[in-house]
């Protein structure tokens, strides 16, 4: 099968009546700029994450920028951050006239953060450390915590993958100074653009708000009333796709060359945002992503290229050894999955997995 629509996209944004009312609603209003439906939005946000305060902004990326500017971060100050993640948990840094610091992830079963990592790249410059949680799956934020309140460093997580995940019921994005979720068309909760600083700090959900203004990075009233409709059914839609992920662990736990991130049980503290596999085989990553593609129509990722190796990086910060990430870069494949994934498109996928391998 070749070219079209894919038989199993990597992600499916269904809308319903409800998203499309919501919108329209807005739009007949014609008060499109900040307002109240961005105030309900942040309420509803902070109750939804447990956190005293939201303040939605244009994207994670910008409520990351906001993030560290809180936490201090300023001309050649340090954000230590992993080297598996999207460029904008990096990026940030520079965006406050501070730099990255790129450090490996746990191993090849758990691609957050490694606090040892962490612990021996501090420096009198770092400023903050920021925590992906991979998929929506936990960082190790209690160590991570204990580690920066003994250094006098802000926690900042990256919640870009969530919301809904937990440790020991505490929720993430509640773990540090400020967690930033995403509301890009691929993320959990979507609205095409968007994100939110959560915090339980008055001082930092008062000066994110007015840096928000002075950067220019605003939500508005269409996206808000979007996202508030979308979130009704969010926790319908992570228990959905945990329901799906638990059914991948079963159905690929006997595939010979391949490895399954995480462990059964972190699937519940989990958003379960993607289905992360390690193929074993690292000189075979980009074939068995060619195969099931070609021949079944299943759409694949790689989640993500270590940005220690992006030119831009290199040019910035030097070349680097960063070994697991490394590795995860090699090795990682992200196949389908999506709340409303049917038990015979996953079978199609794992079928289309057996195969290749
Ligand atoms: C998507 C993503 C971001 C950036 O989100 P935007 O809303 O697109 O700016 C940041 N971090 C991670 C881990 C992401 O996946």
Redesign the pocket.
């Given at each position: 099968m070749t070219g079209g629509a894919p038989a199993v996209p990597l992600f499916d944004l269904r809308m319903e009546q409800d998203d499309l009312d919501a919108v329209a609603d807005v739009l007949r209003s014609g008060q499109l700029s900040a307002g109240e439906r961005v105030e309900a939005f942040e309420s509803a946000f902070a109750e939804l994450v447990g956190a005293r305060h939201a303040v939605a902004t244009s994207?994670?990326?910008?409520?990351?920028h906001l993030a560290y500017l809180a936490a201090g971060v300023g001309f050649s100050d340090e954000v230590i951050v992993p080297s598996i993640?999207?460029a904008?948990?990096a990026s940030a840094a520079f965006y406050c006239g501070g730099r990255p610091i790129l450090v490996d992830v746990v191993g090849e079963h758990d691609f957050g953060i490694d606090p040892a990592a962490v612990e021996a790249n501090m420096t009198p410059r770092t400023r903050a450390v920021c925590a992906?949680h991979?998929a929506g799956y936990p960082a190790a934020v209690r160590e991570l915590r204990r580690l920066c309140e003994s250094r006098g460093v802000a926690l900042i997580e990256?919640v870009?993958?969530g919301p809904l995940g937990d440790v020991d019921g505490q929720p993430l994005g509640t773990w540090g100074l400020a967690g930033?979720f995403?509301?890009?068309s691929n993320?959990v909760l979507s609205a095409g653009?968007?994100?939110a600083l959560v915090t339980d700090d008055d001082d930092v959900a008062m000066t994110a708000r007015v840096r928000r203004r002075e950067l220019g990075y605003d939500f508005d009233e269409i996206r808000a009333a979007l996202v508030l409709s979308r979130m009704s059914r969010v926790r319908e839609d992570v228990a959905r796709r945990r329901r799906l992920t638990r059914r991948y662990r079963r159905l690929l736990a006997d595939v010979d060359g391949l490895s399954l991130p995480y462990r059964d049980e972190d699937v519940e503290r989990s958003s379960c945002y993607v289905m992360p596999l390690m193929v074993l085989a690292t000189e075979h990553q980009r074939q068995v992503r060619e195969h099931v593609l070609v021949r079944h129509g299943i759409q694949t990722s790689l989640?993500y290229p270590a940005i220690h190796e992006f030119t831009a990086y290199v040019d910035r910060l030097g070349s680097q050894r960063i070994p697991v990430a490394e590795r995860v870069a090699r090795a990682e494949v992200t196949v389908p999955l999506y709340g409303l994934m049917t038990d015979e498109q996953q079978d199609r996928v794992v079928a289309a997995l057996r195969e290749a391998l």
């Open positions: 994207s994670c990326t910008a409520a990351l993640t999207f904008a948990t992906v991979y990256d870009a993958h930033c995403s509301f890009f993320k653009e968007g994100g989640l």
